[in-house]
Every structure is written in C-alpha cells, then in structure tokens.
C-alpha cells in the first residue's frame, strides 16, 4: 500500500469534518452520515497505523459517547456534537485523547469568545436590523448566512460547535507537525 494512503484518508477526515462544521454552522445539526464517515475513516487509520490498538480507541470512543450522552441529556452539548466528538477519538492512540479533548475544549474557548464578542457588537451596532432584514439582491451566500448568525446570536441561540470540534482536531494536527519539523526524526501519526 502507498505510503501516501494515510495522507489522503486524514486529507478525507478533514474534508468530511469540514462538511460536518459547515452543516453544524448552516443548520444546527450534524449528520449522522458525516459522523459515520469520520468513523470508519479513523477506524482505516487505526488499522494502517499498525499500533494494534483499534478496539481500546472503539472502547475510548464509547466511554466518550456515554460521558458525552449525559451532557446531552442535560441539555449541555449538542447529540451530533457528542456523536462527531466520539468519533474523532478514534483518529488518534487512547493516550492522546486528552490532548485532542483538550484541543476542542479551547477551541471551543475560542468559539465561544468570538460569538459573546460578536454578539455583544451586534447588540451595540443595530444587529437586530441586520439580522431581521431580507437578504440583500446579489449578496453572497456568505453575506446571507452572517445575517442568519446575527440573528441566532441576537436570539441566543447555541453556538455551531461542530466548527470547535473540526478546529480542535486541526490544531492538534498542527501541533503534531510543529513537533515533526523541529525533530530530528518524525512519524505524523498524531
């Protein structure tokens, strides 16, 4: 097998929790069938790593699943941010779950302040206006979906964090790299 198979299935998981962050941003929901690919993507990587240890990440995945099922009930986290969370523990060895863990925590962290930020501006610079008006006649998508955010804010809606979960997993990625280029030596299995 190329040894650039496992650059393009982490090329593939990236793709697919982008989609997934866009959706969670779009719509507030995750889907099941994004989920599912990042599973099997990061059951493939397990698999070609060699490290044997698929079925104790599976049991970490599941154990995150059950914490997370809680935090669900309670009205805590998102059910597709629980599910998509579960399954990224899977890209990586049992160890490093912390880490990845940590990761989406603060880059929910840093989600978060850009939404109490944002919103707080919103309030101050006559968002609601922005927020309630029809999309402007040749605005972009983009110009439209700022208008729909302004007003889930103004509505204190939950925030997408779907877009926390694909940026924990990226920074812990570029961490892996940052170590890689300053080693003598590398193996970007993260």
Known sequence: ????FPLVLWLAVLA???????????????????????LALA???????????????????????????FLAHANVVGGGDVKLISA????????????????IA???????????????????????????????????EFDHLVRIEVGRMLANEPMPYGVA???GVVSLILIGVIRCISATSCSLSV
């Open 106 to 140: 603060l880059a929910g962290g840093v989600l978060s302040l850009f939404y109490l930020g944002a919103t707080q501006l919103a309030r101050r610079n006559g968002g609601a206006a922005l927020a309630a008006g029809e999309p402007l006649p040749g605005a972009s």
């Open 88 to 103: 990224v523990t899977v890209l990586v060895p049992p160890p490093v779950v912390p880490a990845l863990l940590i990761c």
């Open 43 to 69: 059951m493939m990587l397990q698999l070609l790593s060699g490290r044997g240890t698929l079925w104790l990440s599976l049991l970490v995945a599941a154990a995150v699943f059950v914490v997370g099922a």
């Open 1 to 4: 097998m190329s040894s650039s």
């Open 165 to 167: 979960i694909f940026g």
């Open 16 to 38: 697919t929790m982008f989609a997934a962050a866009v959706s969670d941003l779009k719509t507030r929901r995750i889907p099941n069938g994004l989920v599912l690919a990042v």
